[in-house]
């Protein structure tokens, strides 16, 4: 079973520091892809960053990266300067091949940027 | 570029009564995808579908009937609505995930409340 674990219910930033949100995974498959997602208070549900088992650098999109530790089964997202339009929910997800690649989502982050 | 639209937006049921949300995806996306969202349950898969004529239950269909005749389109019914379905339904789409590296592209999401 695929199985997705984001411990921080709530995270609060300083404008302009970094932040890191937690994520943990649980799979046996050998191929998977990891996904973060962000959902803002109006709702929509915006695709962040991908990170691909078999990548072996840490994959970066902007001010975004993703710190994968493969061994630990963590993919924590980065953000670094945060701006006060990064205040949202954040989501991580999973495909992975024993699960027919149908994602599995944690509970979601929310970050709270203060000016 | 439209991407994922979701009919209606809003909408207030009383128990009992039916509806079909409906979904459409300009992406020419093979996999389709329903999804509830409650508050601190994250994203609970209802029902997906990975091509036309094909459907297939997810975490929490009870109570949800869906259908894909056109790739195009993933509808998704209530039968008799219940006051537990009160909550926020998302449709996504994604092309086909070999390698679980497609990320989902997702519709605004309907706000659906039973009386």
């Known amino acids: 079973a695929q199985k997705i674990t984001q411990t921080q219910p709530g995270m609060f930033v300083q404008e302009k520091e970094a932040v890191t949100l937690d994520c943990t995974y649980d799979?046996?498959?050998?191929?998977?892809?990891l996904f973060w997602y962000k959902q803002p208070s109006s709702g929509e549900m915006i695709f962040l960053i991908y990170?691909?088992?078999?990548?072996?650098q840490n994959a970066t999109e902007g001010r975004y990266s993703l710190n994968f530790q493969k061994a630990r089964k963590s993919a924590n997202l980065v953000i670094s300067a945060s701006q006060l339009g990064d205040s949202a929910m954040y989501f991580c997800?999973?495909?992975?091949?024993?699960?027919?690649?149908?994602?599995?989502f944690g509970r979601g982050t929310s970050l709270i940027v203060h000016p | 570029n439209a991407g994922v639209t979701q009919t209606p937006k809003f909408r207030v049921l009383k128990t009992g009564q039916s509806m079909t949300l409906l979904c459409a995806q300009d992406m020419n996306h093979e996999y389709m995808y329903w999804y509830r969202q409650d508050p601190g349950m994250g994203l609970r898969l209802i029902h997906y579908?990975?091509?036309?004529?094909?459907?297939a239950k997810g975490e929490v269909p009870d109570g949800y009937n869906v259908s894909r005749l056109k790739k195009q389109n993933f509808l998704l019914g209530l039968e008799s609505a219940a006051p537990s379905q009160t909550s926020v339904y998302f449709c996504?789409?994604?092309?086909?995930?070999?390698?679980?590296?497609?990320?989902?592209?997702f519709g605004d999401g309907t706000r659906l409340s039973i009386l």
């Open positions: 799979t046996s498959d050998p191929s998977y892809g």
């Open positions: 997800a999973m495909l992975a091949s024993g699960g027919s690649y149908i994602p599995t």
């Open positions: 579908s990975v091509g036309e004529g094909t459907t």
């Open positions: 996504a789409s994604s092309y086909r995930t070999g390698k679980g590296n497609q990320p989902q592209h």
């Open positions: 990170q691909g088992s078999y990548d072996q």
